[in-house]
């Protein structure tokens, strides 16, 4: 009997030492074996009872052996299994072909504010921003359109609940801010974010762009701002664009124009884009009213100024013959890859 449980415990610590695992699966098949609450090695222990005394000590060795070699091979197994998936890790197959990196492109209204910004620069306009979220006083009173004055209804807006705050509804704004914070002179350009609340379709949407300049100083006069006008038409849409001012009216300015620019599509034979009228309207303007002026602290009798403002996303869908607006906030990349080549 001894000699039958000294053998059963020797092959049993020569399966332990044996033992291979593939992966994750064996290798607890072996913990549950040999290690687990219900494994083989325990019932060995209480065999030690039917052991001739004069070598229980011997047999209680073995099995104390038994157990210590399961919880080493376990490490082992377990090592083993973690360094044949670090190797995998570290191998790169370099057979494998390059995926190329898909770049992003800019903004098609990030370019076009871009280009109009610069052309702006370039004759000595700085570049002002102001918050998008404003209080009436910017938006509208200031810019003399007095609480419940029916011009308030060409620019509608999202307004925070019985409070004073709303969206802008133009970068005017800014340019109070910077009139009532300086002394004139000032030529600055006003570029942003904007917000109307109209029904979205192909031609308008509840949030577009503009750029807007401002421009006060002693003297300034309608012809200063025509050639100003002119001077970025030509930049714009390309040298002998023509320019014609329509009367118009905004609050903030008196007089006040609307610009058109001659046909860039069909050099004025008429086509689609122009209805076929030759010109198409590009943006508002006006020599600034002088109740802004005294809104903002500046003394009208002593400082003249003009005005303009022209939405981005309307130069953008002329320029690049875009019929929809809602494109450019829909980002989708098949719409925005086509502007990749525009510098
Ligand atoms: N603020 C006007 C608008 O958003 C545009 C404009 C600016 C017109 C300056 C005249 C002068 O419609």
Redesign the pocket.
């Known amino acids: 009997m001894t000699e039958q449980l000294f053998k059963q415990a020797k092959d049993k610590l020569q399966e332990i030492k044996d033992y291979l695992v593939a992966n994750n699966a064996e290798l607890e098949q072996f913990r549950i074996a040999f290690l687990g609450t219900k494994n083989t090695i325990r019932p060995l222990f209480s065999e030690i009872r039917n052991i001739d005394n004069a070598r229980k000590k011997e047999y209680g060795q073995l099995v104390n052996e038994l157990k210590q070699t399961a919880e080493e091979r376990f490490e082992q197994l377990k090592g083993g299994l973690t360094s044949a998936a670090t190797e995998h890790v570290e191998k790169p197959d370099l057979t494998r072909s390059v995926n190329a990196n898909n770049i992003g492109t800019r903004h098609p209204l990030s370019l076009v504010q871009e280009q109009i910004c610069d052309i702006f620069k370039r004759i000595g306009f700085t570049i002002s921003e102001g918050p998008q979220i404003e209080n009436d006083f910017h938006n509208f009173t200031a ?1 003399n359109f007095p609480p419940h004055h029916p011009a308030r209804d ?2 509608d807006t999202f307004f925070i609940s019985e409070s004073e705050i709303a969206l802008r ?4 704004s800014v ?1 109070i801010r910077v009139m009532e914070n300086s002394e004139p002179p000032f030529r600055t350009i006003s570029p942003g974010r ?1 917000f109307r609340n109209e029904t979205i379709s192909a031609r308008a949407h509840c949030q577009f762009h ?1 750029v ?3 421009y006060v100083d002693k003297n300034v006069s309608l012809a200063d701002l025509k050639q100003t006008l002119f001077f970025f038409a030509n930049e714009m849409f390309g040298q002998g664009t023509k320019i014609r001012l329509r009367p118009s009216y ?1 609050p ?2 008196e007089i ?1 124009a609307e610009m058109d620019i001659s046909c860039f599509v069909c050099d004025q034979k008429g086509c689609n884009i122009c209805k076929k009228t030759g010109w198409v309207e590009i ?4 020599m600034v009213d002088p109740n802004v002026l005294n809104n903002c602290g500046i003394d009208s009798e002593k400082y003249t100024g003009f ?5 981005v996303e309307r130069i953008a869908m002329l320029k690049y013959k875009v019929n929809d607006i809602r494109l450019f906030f829909e980002n989708d990349v098949r719409f925005l890859q086509q502007f990749a080549s525009v510098v």
Request: glycine share 20%; hydrophobic share 40%; aromatic share 12%.
């Open positions: 810019l060409m620019q509804t133009h970068t005017s340019q904007v503009q807007e300049g401002l905004f903030f300015t006040s943006l508002g303007c006006g005005a303009f403002g022209m939405g």
